[in-house]
């Protein structure tokens, strides 16, 4: 059963960093694609994060720069540090995968083709 799991959220103040980090269960991570995604209160669901099979990754341009995707392939474990953090970062974080396409590169994927999410972990960064 395929399943997610973050954790490593928290509260921090501006300028901080922190990481989170996704577990996954009943698959092999690093064969498809990860994908983090944050929700804001009030705000649509934003994709953030992307990492394909060849572990080359995508970033929006609201935390290139700052957000970094890393795996660990013996933990089955995908890794989002978040440097110089700014209140705009407070949210929900989301890790999300899909395990419909046998070949994960190229263009990131839309949203609505991920088809299992995590339960979330909050990020809080106060000024």
């Known amino acids: 059963q395929v399943r997610l799991v973050e954790s490593g959220g928290g509260s921090v103040q501006s300028g901080g960093s922190l990481r989170v980090s996704c577990a996954a269960f009943?698959?092999?991570?690093?064969?498809?694609?990860m994908a983090w995604f944050r929700q804001a209160p009030g705000k649509e669901r934003e994709g953030i994060a992307t990492?394909?099979?060849?572990?080359?990754?995508s970033l929006a341009d609201s935390v290139k720069g700052r957000f970094t995707l890393s795996r660990d392939n013996a933990k089955n474990r995908v890794y989002l540090q978040m440097n110089r953090l700014k209140p705009e970062d407070t949210a929900m974080y989301y890790c999300?995968?899909?395990?419909?396409?046998?070949?994960?590169?190229?263009?990131?994927?839309?949203?609505?083709?991920?088809?299992?999410w995590g339960q979330g972990t909050q990020v809080t960064v106060s000024s």
């Open positions: 009943g698959y092999t991570s690093s064969t498809y694609w």
């Open positions: 999300a995968t899909t395990l419909d396409y046998r070949i994960c590169v190229g263009p990131p994927l839309p949203e609505y083709e991920y088809n299992y």
């Open positions: 990492l394909d099979s060849r572990d080359s990754t």
